[in-house]
């Protein structure tokens, strides 16, 4: 025969493993993928794009590849491509969302201010 605190103990931890699987379930679902060009040319560039993408509003993950010029985010419905271009803009990088801002582009190192189809280095 089963007692009160026995019964009791099994409740509370199969309410606590519902819970878990069900915010488990939900945050998964509230994530995207999106991705689009950007365009550089070095590490120095990768480590720039994928911060200024970071900055933005519901990205957890970015991930920029030099060979392809293709950025892959990960994050929350909250995150708008347009704004995480816009961001990126501001950091001197043209995507195919936005232009570079002149501002961001003088900043970069001479290296990384180029021309689309420059050489990766």
Not at 68 to 88: C, N, R, Y
Request: glycine share 8%; proline share 1%; net charge positive.
């Amino acid at each position: 025969m089963k007692t009160i605190s026995q019964i009791f103990y099994k409740s509370v931890l199969s309410f606590f493993i519902i819970l878990g699987a069900s915010l488990t379930m939900s945050a998964q679902a509230d994530n995207q993928t999106i991705s689009f060009k950007v365009y550089g040319v070095c590490g120095e560039c990768k480590e720039r794009i994928e911060s200024a993408a970071l900055d933005s509003k519901g990205v957890k993950k970015a991930e920029w590849d030099i060979q392809t010029d293709m950025l892959v985010l990960v994050g929350s419905s909250k995150m708008d491509k347009l704004k995480v271009a816009k961001s990126i803009s501001k950091a001197g990088y043209n995507s195919e969302f936005a232009k570079a801002d002149k501002k961001g582009y003088d900043k970069l190192p001479g290296c990384c201010q180029f021309v689309e189809g420059a050489d990766k280095h």
